[in-house]
């Protein structure tokens, strides 16, 4: 069977992710306080924000650029599964083969070039590479499902530390 | 306000999505016929793939490398709602500041390194850049909605266009 040769791809920040996490604290917990949590676009694309505040939910897509590739990372152990092994792209590992982010969000506010918006687990400074309309009927699959993390026991209480929600054992 | 200085991020694709939409045929309507649709990795990335069919659907991210970026961009008039003017990442044109485009598809089955999906509005040939599962708490949200596209009139019409799905009007 025949693939395509391998291609590249250059992007550019359009902006920064603003955090209460700094480069030193890595994955701590995500708080909803109004104000921690906002993207800022370089000025010159500001226009393009018209119009965003009508969306509750927006995609925030970056580069994971604190990452440190490890070897073997075609497998990945979950912290809270270490008797599994999942394939990287079955999970959301930022070990991947090209360390780009995805997360959606909530919009709380639009000022400017200044996106106020809800938790998102990224290091303060992460590069944001594009910010899409998350659309009701396109992206929320009422349908979708959990796949091998529902294997792994307690869906509820995984979710906590899918979403970084600080929680006791 | 001190905003980050721009930076550049190189990705190499993993794989291509198979889709019948060749390169001179450009917005297709979406089928669904079994093995119409498809992502084909790079051999090397196939383990990467273990337990990939326990999600019913999933994230594809890729580069849209067909499209060409019009002048004024940072604005768009939906060919169905020409008088409106949309901030391009309020937005799902291909024609944006970083060409990369996201789907949500369902899997329908995984063969080594072939995963058989659902249809996807994407050009043959166009290079992947990741898959991650798509999860029920984090991506599938029950308050999403239509933003500014519901200002345009009957959201349910308008949604096949989104959506790419022939119809009469």
């Not at 250059?10 to 909803?32: A, H, L």
């Not at 999942?86 to 959606?104: D, L, W």
């Not at 106020?116 to 303060?124: E, K, L, P, R, T």
């Not at 992460?126 to 796949?147: C, E, V």
Request: proline share 8%.
């Amino acid at each position: 069977m025949s693939v395509y040769p391998k291609s590249y791809h250059v992007f550019q920040s359009i902006g920064v992710i603003r955090t209460p996490y700094k480069d030193t604290v890595p994955y701590q917990p995500v708080q909803t306080e109004e104000g921690d949590f906002k993207l800022v676009l370089h000025p010159q694309y500001t226009e393009g924000l018209h119009l965003l505040d009508t969306f509750h939910y927006i995609y925030v897509i970056y580069a994971l650029d604190k990452i440190v590739v490890k070897t073997n990372w075609l497998l990945v152990k979950p912290p809270w599964a270490p008797e599994m092994s999942i394939g990287v792209f079955a999970s959301r590992s930022p070990n991947r083969a090209n360390p780009i982010g995805i997360s959606v969000v909530k919009v709380k506010q639009v000022k400017q070039n200044i996106i106020y918006i809800s938790g998102i687990d990224a290091f303060d400074g992460t590069p944001i590479l594009d910010i899409k309309p998350y659309l009701d009927l396109l992206d929320a699959k009422k349908d979708a499902n959990f796949g091998w993390v529902n294997q792994t026991g307690d869906v509820n209480h995984l979710a906590l530390h899918i979403k970084g929600v600080p929680h006791k054992h």
